[in-house]
Protein backbone atom coordinates (compact mmCIF):
# COMPACT_ATOMS: atom_id res chain seq x y z
CA UNK A 1 0.00 0.00 0.00
CA UNK A 2 1.47 3.45 -0.85
CA UNK A 3 1.97 6.46 1.07
CA UNK A 4 -0.66 7.86 -1.10
CA UNK A 5 -3.06 5.56 -0.14
CA UNK A 6 -3.08 5.82 3.48
CA UNK A 7 -6.49 6.21 5.70
CA UNK A 8 -9.72 3.84 5.56
CA UNK A 9 -11.07 4.50 3.20
CA UNK A 10 -7.99 5.12 0.45
CA UNK A 11 -6.83 1.88 1.81
CA UNK A 12 -9.90 -0.06 0.99
CA UNK A 13 -10.03 1.34 -2.14
CA UNK A 14 -6.40 0.59 -3.36
CA UNK A 15 -7.02 -2.92 -2.00
CA UNK A 16 -10.06 -3.26 -4.31
CA UNK A 17 -8.03 -1.60 -7.39
CA UNK A 18 -5.07 -3.94 -6.31
CA UNK A 19 -7.49 -6.95 -6.25
CA UNK A 20 -9.16 -5.92 -9.77
CA UNK A 21 -5.71 -5.51 -11.38
CA UNK A 22 -4.77 -9.14 -10.13
CA UNK A 23 -7.88 -10.60 -11.23
CA UNK A 24 -8.87 -11.74 -7.73
CA UNK A 25 -11.21 -11.32 -4.75
CA UNK A 26 -9.10 -11.75 -2.28
CA UNK A 27 -5.52 -10.87 -1.30
CA UNK A 28 -3.54 -13.17 1.16
CA UNK A 29 -0.94 -10.07 2.29
CA UNK A 30 -0.74 -6.69 1.16
CA UNK A 31 1.65 -4.57 3.38
CA UNK A 32 2.28 -0.70 3.89
CA UNK A 33 4.97 0.69 2.27
CA UNK A 34 5.97 2.35 5.43
CA UNK A 35 4.63 4.01 8.53
CA UNK A 36 4.60 8.22 8.58
CA UNK A 37 4.97 9.61 11.93
CA UNK A 38 3.56 12.82 10.41
CA UNK A 39 0.64 11.35 9.58
CA UNK A 40 0.08 8.93 12.31
CA UNK A 41 -4.29 8.66 12.55
CA UNK A 42 -3.88 7.95 8.66
CA UNK A 43 -1.39 5.12 9.12
CA UNK A 44 -3.54 3.57 11.74
CA UNK A 45 -6.65 3.97 9.98
CA UNK A 46 -4.57 2.23 7.10
CA UNK A 47 -3.81 -0.73 9.17
CA UNK A 48 -7.49 -1.09 10.16
CA UNK A 49 -8.87 -0.99 6.79
CA UNK A 50 -6.36 -4.34 5.82
CA UNK A 51 -8.03 -5.83 8.77
CA UNK A 52 -11.47 -5.08 7.71
CA UNK A 53 -10.52 -5.86 4.39
CA UNK A 54 -11.69 -9.24 2.16
CA UNK A 55 -9.34 -12.01 3.03
Same mark, same amino acid.
Given at each position: ??? /???A?? %?????? %?? /? ?37
Amino acid at each position: MWI /SDYAYD %ETLHAF %ER /SAGKLGVEQIDLLLLHQPVPTQFDKTVEAYRALGDAPC
